[in-house]
């Protein structure tokens, strides 16, 4: 099981006495073991959503980070572009809600890891209600620049609007739900390995894929 560690003054990180004999400082945990399965069970639900919803797409790596100063690369990163779909956006949506929900099957509840993706679900759903015609109104609150710059708090602010953006939210979680239900072996095993080597690429992840869909006789068109 992986280990991460961070020394309390990197510039001692040796001292030495009068015999001139090495005595290695020591060295604090910088996560705990249940806060490294935390991270990894977040970032394997964001990865599991990913790879279910689009089969042929590029998977993020993920890494829990040995350093305090540094970000665990668990949260999705997506791209935008004017060839958007709705049908994209909702899945970029439901990829966000992937840690928060996997968070919740194992531990019954969510953590304040998942802050970024609710403030990355909520900025997608408001942009297609306020901005992107996307929603059960027309009306473009992008049309103003200064509005423009503050988009998602006018949707916000506006009683409907909010009530829309919550309801393609709420809508979207529950799509994540189904998913990750049918596929929790998929998370464990990902979780599994992320602790164990601290880091892994796309290619990583796809073996440890294949290999659950494998074990239960499943194909890229079937859900486990």
């Not at 604090?28 to 959503?49: D, I, N, S, Y």
């Not at 529950?174 to 998370?187: A, E, G, V």
Request: with cysteine; aromatic share 8%.
């Amino acid at each position: 099981m992986v280990q991460l560690f961070g020394a309390k003054n990197s510039d001692q990180l040796f001292s030495f006495d009068e015999n001139v004999e090495e005595n290695v400082e020591q060295i604090e945990p910088f996560l705990t073991q249940e806060q490294c399965e935390l991270v990894a069970t977040h970032g394997a639900g964001h990865v599991v959503v990913s790879y279910l919803l689009n089969p042929d797409g590029e998977l993020y790596n993920l890494k829990i980070s040995d350093n305090e100063n540094e970000e665990h690369r668990i949260h999705p990163v997506f791209e935008e572009n004017d060839y958007q779909t709705r049908y994209d956006l909702m899945n970029q949506i439901k990829v966000s809600f992937g840690g928060m929900v996997a968070e919740e099957f194992f531990y019954g509840e969510m953590s304040k890891l998942c802050q970024i993706d609710l403030e990355n679900c909520t900025r997608i759903a408001a942009q297609m209600v306020g901005s992107f015609g996307m929603g059960k109104s027309l009306v473009s609150y992008g049309t103003s620049h200064d509005v423009a710059n503050d988009l998602v708090l006018c949707v916000l602010n506006n009683a409907q609007c909010r009530d829309e953006v919550d309801r393609i939210l709420t809508m979207c979680k529950n799509d994540t739900r189904s998913i990750l239900d049918n596929n929790r072996l998929m998370i464990r095993e990902i979780r599994t390995a992320l602790l164990e080597k601290n880091e892994l690429n796309h290619d990583d992840l796809l073996k440890l894929i294949w290999s659950v869909k494998n074990a239960n006789g499943q194909d890229d068109n079937q859900e486990i």
